[in-house]
């Protein structure tokens, strides 16, 4: 069942983890709040995700009879389980614009510390590998080539770029281990 999940429904499923129990409007707001400057979800995809995770057994489903209906969706023992085994994956895909290593990030709160150390050791590991390979790339460059100075400055970026990530998650594993 882990495999049919989207980033977007382990989001849900973190909210309502850490929050209790939410509508979709509730659940737009907590990611407006939280995740939206790394990984945006678009509003619609909030309403559409809690019905398919009551389907899957991961959430229950509870209509207000009066007022409004709203529709409030609580967590299962299910999906508690599914959260926890995403939690306690310490692989991610690579980054992209929206980066799930900062996903989980965000509810490490709802994991143990040793998973929190093990996130932060394989995210340090795969940062120094790049930035290793760019170091490299940077010390091939031609200097005869015209376009040297930028990818030279490209590859400088890359450098800095996850030598800092490295940094972040080795600091981060250091102070769960």
Known sequence: MMDELTPSQYVVLGL????GPMTPYELKTRVEQSIDNYWPIPHAQ????PPRLAELGLLTEHAEEHGRRRRVFHLTDAGREALHRWLAD???????????????????DLATPAEVAELALTQAARHRKWADDYRRRLADLDPADPATPSR???????????????????ALAAEYA
């Open 16 to 19: 309502i983890a850490r929050n």
């Open 46 to 49: 909030l309403y559409r995700d």
């Open 90 to 108: 310490p692989a991610t895909p690579p980054p992209e614009t929206r980066n799930p290593s900062l996903l989980k990030l965000t509810f490490t």
């Open 152 to 170: 030279a400055r490209l590859l400088d970026l890359g450098v800095r770029h996850e030598q800092n990530y490295v940094d972040f998650w080795e």
